[in-house]
């Protein structure tokens, strides 16, 4: 019998540490055979005790190598040459990728045969492997990350009084049986990869930075920071009918969350890109990764058919009774505007999905803006002239104004001569041009 190393034979003297990246590499390819007690140049050296090294071999499939390989591989003692040697036989595995227990999913855990040699994956192969696998559901899949916290996620679970232990995460899919993490669980973790990205803009364009920032962590986590983000900058307003004061906030508070948390369920999780959330004087946009579900038109979404694209994220979001029930928070978003007089738009391309919030408050400051008389305005361009310089502060005392109106008012005087705008943030003045 002639032995030689080809991309399907692997020769061993002895039982080695390296020798579960052989097997690993054959399972995740199209198999092969392993001879134990032969040199690399085919000299066959023996074994003295074939049954303890074909044992030894066993108890290291089945500690180290991740999933359970233990069924695609057989154990044959042969006689060569009067000497004994093992043959073990590996049959390609049907849960690829396989794996080091202790490095996880990743290139120095994963091995493939290329030649005569077992190599690491690279993380291409890594994730093809997974998708013949598991298939092509992204929150399925199991996690090229394994090295995952769940802090934030088990605060949320136990804000609730929900258990979250293992028998937990099996049955809601953020782990497989096997115990691996899933993609879900990646989404859930303290590790997430995934961002949302938020900024304001000064005016209705995307021309000037007043503040942006990009979120990170578990989903929960991006969740609260976003809210509060949002939620700080959404001002109140206050108008008068006759004696009763009326306090509007610009964005109605369900109509964000609802927002926010569409942006979270329904995204496209495969793409790396991030979501934003622009934020204008006039509107805040939302821009979620990830145009409709194939078959679903936008006059579906607005009559409340939904068909979820990631719906063991919604289910967990559902038992956190974050969200009712399916289908329904775009209609949430449209009652929240019922009888302003404004309506959110929604906005759909082959890879995403825009909602626009309008502000509620745009059209009273307007409003406010056009009833300011002339003479008002020569108040204001007396002041610059006596004091050199004004700040918007001094601007509001002096009419008696709102912070956004007078804002407003400051940029249209600039914008038509009246006023020139030195400085920035805290050191804005506005000068006489004269």
Same mark, same amino acid.
């Given at each position: 019998m002639i032995f030689q190393e080809s991309e399907t034979v692997?020769?061993?003297?002895?039982?080695?540490?390296?020798?579960? *990246?052989?097997?690993?590499?054959?399972?995740?390819?199209?198999?092969?055979?392993?001879?134990?007690?032969v040199q690399d140049d085919g000299t066959v050296s023996g074994l003295d005790d074939p049954d303890g090294a074909s044992l030894q071999i066993c108890n290291m499939v089945r500690d180290?190598?991740?999933?359970?390989?233990?069924?695609?591989?057989? %154990?044959?003692?042969?006689?060569?040459?009067? *000497? *004994? #040697?093992?043959?073990?036989?590996?049959?390609?595995?049907?849960?690829?990728?396989? %794996?080091?227990?202790k490095k996880g999913l990743r290139p120095e855990g994963v091995y493939v045969r290329q030649g005569y040699s077992s190599t690491p994956a690279t993380n291409t192969a890594i994730r093809h492997m997974i998708k013949e696998t598991d298939g092509d559901h992204f929150e399925e899949m199991r996690s090229l990350e394994q090295n995952l916290t769940f802090e934030k996620a088990g605060k949320e679970f136990a804000d609730r009084n929900?258990?979250?232990?293992?028998?937990?995460?099996?049955?809601?899919? #953020?782990?497989?049986q096997d115990g691996v993490y899933t993609n879900l669980g990646l989404l859930l973790s303290d590790q997430c990869v995934h961002t949302i990205k938020a900024a304001v803009f000064e005016g209705t364009n995307q021309k000037q930075f007043k503040d942006r920032k990009e979120f990170t962590g578990s989903l929960f986590q991006q969740m609260e920071e976003v809210y509060d983000f949002i939620d700080f900058r959404n001002q109140t307003h206050s108008s008068f009918d006759r004696l009763r004061r009326i306090d509007r906030r610009d964005y109605p508070e369900m109509a964000v969350?609802?927002?926010l948390l569409n942006l979270l369920v329904h995204r496209e999780y495969s793409f790396r890109a991030s979501t934003f959330i622009s934020i204008y004087t006039d509107r805040i946009e939302f821009t979620s990764i990830g145009g409709l579900v194939s078959g679903v038109t936008? *006059?579906?979404?607005?009559?409340?058919?939904?068909?979820c694209r990631n719906a063991k994220l919604a289910n967990v979001f559902y038992r956190l009774?974050?969200?009712?029930? %399916?289908?329904?928070g775009i209609l949430k978003i449209m009652d929240a505007y019922e009888g302003t007089g404004m309506t959110p738009q929604i906005e759909t391309s082959d890879n995403?999905?825009?909602?626009?919030?309008?502000?509620?408050?745009?059209?009273?400051?307007?409003?406010n803006i056009s009833s300011i008389s002339g003479t008002e305005e020569e108040k204001v361009i007396a002041l610059a002239k006596e004091r050199g310089a004004v700040t918007r502060k001094e601007v509001e005392i002096l009419l008696g104004i709102s912070q956004t109106t007078c804002g407003r008012l400051l940029k249209l005087m600039t914008e038509n001569g009246q006023l020139i705008k030195v400085g920035k943030g805290k050191n804005t003045r506005y000068c006489f041009p004269g």
């Open positions: 692997e020769l061993k003297a002895i039982v080695v540490e390296d020798i579960k *990246k052989e097997i690993i590499a054959f399972a995740n390819c199209e198999g092969g055979k392993l001879y134990i007690g180290a190598i991740k999933p359970d390989l233990t069924m695609f591989l057989h %154990y044959e003692t042969l006689t060569v040459d009067g *000497k *004994k #040697i093992v043959a073990v036989d590996i049959q390609q595995g049907t849960e690829r990728p396989y %794996y080091i227990a929900i258990r979250f232990g293992q028998v937990q995460m099996k049955t809601l899919g #953020i782990m497989t969350r609802e927002a936008l *006059k579906d979404v607005t009559m409340g058919i939904s068909v009774e974050l969200i009712e029930a %399916y289908g329904t995403a999905f825009k909602v626009v919030l309008p502000n509620l408050n745009v059209r009273t400051e307007q409003e």
